[in-house]
Nanobody
Framework: QVQLVESGGGLVQPGGSLRLSCAAS????????MGWYRQAPGKERELVAS???????TYAEAVKGRFTVSRDSAKNTLYLQMNSLEPEDTAVYYC?????????WGQGTQVTVSS
């Protein structure tokens, strides 16, 4: 069983930045891939960014050039740096990881972009 704990959400003005963190209870070398999803009110959960142990990350078209996903193996933590935030980015953000074909989710962290 893998525990994923997100942090870093909050209220930010349009154009601002936030960094989300996802601390894993297992070595992230065993988690492949890891990623971030989000779910806005009345909408389905969607992939934001994903990063495997190797290779380049993938991003949703809506966040390309603004968001950056990274993995820190020393801290067993996944990050999502979000810049130039827009009201449309408002959602609950979830950390996701796959280990041995099992899917794990964090509890989610709220991101609200509003003036």
């Amino acid at each position: 069983q893998v525990q994923l704990v997100e942090s870093g959400g909050g209220l930010v003005q349009p154009g601002g930045s936030l960094r989300l963190s996802c601390a894993a209870s297992a070595s992230i070398f065993s988690l492949d891939p890891m990623g971030w999803y989000r779910q806005a009110p009345g909408k389905e959960r969607e992939l934001v960014a994903s990063k495997g142990r190797w290779g380049s990350p993938t991003y949703a078209e809506a966040v390309k050039g603004r968001f950056t996903v990274s993995r820190d193996s020393a801290k067993n933590t996944l990050y999502l740096q979000m810049n130039s935030l827009e009201p449309e980015d408002t959602a609950v953000y979830y950390c996701h990881a796959v280990q041995a074909s099992n899917n794990y989710w964090g509890q989610g962290t709220q991101v609200t972009v509003s003036s």
